[in-house]
C-alpha cells in the first residue's frame, strides 16, 4: 500500500482525491499547506507519493515542490502536481523544478491512478 500525502487548501477537493485514492488502495494524508507538509518531511516523515496543489496561501505547491527537490533527503519523491487555475507557463515551471506528473481539477481516478504511476516510474 502506498503512503501518499495529499497537500491541497481544497477541503472538497482533498477529500474526493483521498477518497480516490483509497479505491486505488493508497493511504492518503491530508495536508491543508504547504508549511505542514515540510515540517513534516523535516521531522523525518517521508511519503511514497505527494500530490501537491499549485495554489495555495503564502507557500505554493511550487514552493514545496523547490523546497523537495532541493534536500538531498527527499528529491526522489515521486511528485504530482495538481491545479485548476493553471497556465502553460505554471505547468513548464512545475515540469523544470521537478514535478514528475500533472493533473488538472476536477481529476478523475483515472487521470490520477495514470499521474500516480508516470511519478512512481520516473524514479525508478
Known sequence: MRAVWIVDDDDEMS???????????CEAVIYR????????LMAGGRPDVMILDINMPEVSGIDLLEFVRR??????????MLSSETTDLQVDEAMKLGADAFVFKPV???????????AVAAHG
Open 71 to 80: 534536500r538531498q533527503e527527499t528529491q526522489d519523491i515521486p511528485i504530482v
Open 108 to 118: 478523475t481516478m483515472e487521470e490520477l491512478e495514470g499521474a500516480i504511476e508516470r
Open 33 to 40: 499547506d504547504a508549511r505542514s507538509a515540510a515540517r513534516q
Open 15 to 25: 477529500h474526493a482525491v483521498k477518497l480516490m485514492l483509497q479505491l486505488l488502495d
